[in-house]
Every structure is written in structure tokens, then in C-alpha cells.
């Protein structure tokens, strides 16, 4: 073992039902959060309310998803809902759409 080596197992990609199940455990468990009213689910100060809530969606959401996955997943859902939320807030005050798409490229 060299200086610079980091022991990892590494995962093989979960197969299309693996990745089915993966959904629909985190489905499931988005659903609760929203019938809860919990927006981010990773906040360490309203865990216990995701634990008595939603534990057990959380934990057969956290044992049939890549761990990864399940990060990624609560969060882009947060994100997901904080851009949405601003959208609507900017629609509500009389903002609309542009004509046109912003390109960043260089040219």
C-alpha cells in the first residue's frame, strides 16, 4: 500500500429493478416528508421529526438506494422546492418569463 492510497470497496451499479426500488422507497418517503411538511430532511435539528414521522420510509429508502443516491436525492428534492418556491414568489409579484434563453457560452 503506497502513501497516497485509499482502501474503497467499490459498488457495482445497482440493475434496472435495484434502481426501480430505489424509487419507489424514495417515492414513498418524499411523500411523507410532504404530508409532514418537512422540506429538508437532512437539517440535523428537525431529525427527530423526520425519525418519528418518516423513520421507517427513511430507512428502506436509505437500504435500497446506492448511499450516494440517497443523499443526492433529499438534496435535490430541498433545492428542487426552495427554486420553485422563488419562482412562484417572482410570478406572484408580476415577473414573467423571458422572450429569450441566456447562452453563457463564448463566442
Do not use: H
Not at 68 to 82: A, C, G, V
Not at 85 to 103: S, V
Amino acid at each position: 500500500m503506497g502513501f497516497f492510497q485509499k482502501e474503497e470497496t467499490v459498488q457495482a451499479p445497482p440493475n434496472k429493478s435495484k434502481r426501480l426500488e430505489c424509487w419507489d422507497s424514495r417515492d414513498k418517503f418524499f411523500q411523507c416528508l410532504t404530508e409532514n411538511k418537512i422540506d429538508n430532511s437532512l437539517d440535523p435539528k428537525i431529525q427527530s421529526k423526520v425519525e418519528l414521522n418518516c423513520g421507517e420510509l427513511r430507512n428502506d429508502f436509505k437500504n435500497k438506494c446506492v448511499a450516494s443516491w440517497f443523499k443526492y436525492f433529499q438534496e435535490k428534492r430541498f433545492n428542487d422546492l426552495i427554486r420553485q418556491r422563488y419562482i412562484e414568489k417572482l410570478e406572484a409579484e408580476g415577473a414573467q418569463p423571458l422572450p429569450f434563453k441566456l447562452d453563457n457560452r463564448k463566442q
